[in-house]
Structure formats: structure tokens, C-alpha cells
């Protein structure tokens, strides 16, 4: 079966730094699509950026230049790489697993995914 396990999440103060891990398991990794979200009571769950074997994609325009997502496929593990972390980047982080498409892109709606890890408070203090 699919499985996500994430860690790394924690407080920080503002202008601080964290990376979040998504190690995964279950499926063969170049096969999923894996996006990172973040939600929060006020939010929902919004998608953050996201990752397949051959492209990356920011969606939220504030964290661009701020966060990286990256894959190792030895670990079969996906990283996001937070810097300058903002109050507002507070939330629960989630990583979520789709199956890839035609055509393979990481490009996909919320709704697509179908499985999810347990979610990770990162909360940033000013």
C-alpha cells in the first residue's frame, strides 16, 4: 500500500528555516506525482508545490523563491526546503501521492490526489 510519512516540521522564528521530509513507500516512486499543501482553519488545504520525475512547480506565488522542492530517488523520499519563513507560511503541511498521467506533469488538482501523510505543524513565530 501507498504510504507517506513526513517529519522535519517544528517552530521557527520568522526568517528561519526548515525542511520538510516526505518519505514514501508502497509504489514505484518515478510513478507518483507528490505535491506538498498546507492548511489552515482560515485557508483550507491549498496546494504549495509539487514534484514528478521530470518537472517541479511552485503554485502559491508568495513562497516562490522562498521554497524548493526536490526528489531522491534512492530514498524515494521528496523534500520541501523552506527559507525566510513567514508568520503567514504557519499551517499543517501535508504531503499528498497521485498516480502520474498522461501527460507527466506534477501539474494537478487537489482532488486528484489519493493519498496523504499525516500532516506536520510548522508554525513561525515574529
Known amino acids: 500500500e501507498v504510504q507517506l510519512v513526513e517529519s522535519g516540521g517544528g517552530l521557527v522564528q520568522a526568517g528561519g528555516s526548515l525542511r520538510l521530509s516526505c518519505a514514501t513507500s508502497g509504489f514505484t516512486f518515478d510513478d507518483y506525482v507528490i505535491g506538498w499543501f498546507r492548511q489552515t482553519p482560515g485557508r483550507g488545504r491549498e496546494g504549495v508545490s509539487c514534484?514528478?520525475?521530470?518537472?517541479?512547480?511552485i503554485w502559491i506565488d508568495s513562497v516562490k523563491g522562498r521554497f524548493t522542492i526536490s526528489r531522491d530517488r534512492v530514498k524515494n523520499t521528496v523534500y520541501l526546503q523552506m527559507n525566510d519563513l513567514k508568520p503567514e507560511d504557519t499551517a499543517v503541511y501535508y504531503c499528498g501521492a497521485t498516480l502520474i498521467g498522461p501527460p507527466p506533469r506534477c501539474d494537478r488538482g487537489i482532488q486528484d490526489f489519493s493519498h496523504w501523510g499525516q500532516g506536520i505543524q510548522v508554525t513561525v513565530s515574529s
Open positions: 514534484t514528478s520525475y521530470r518537472d517541479n512547480e
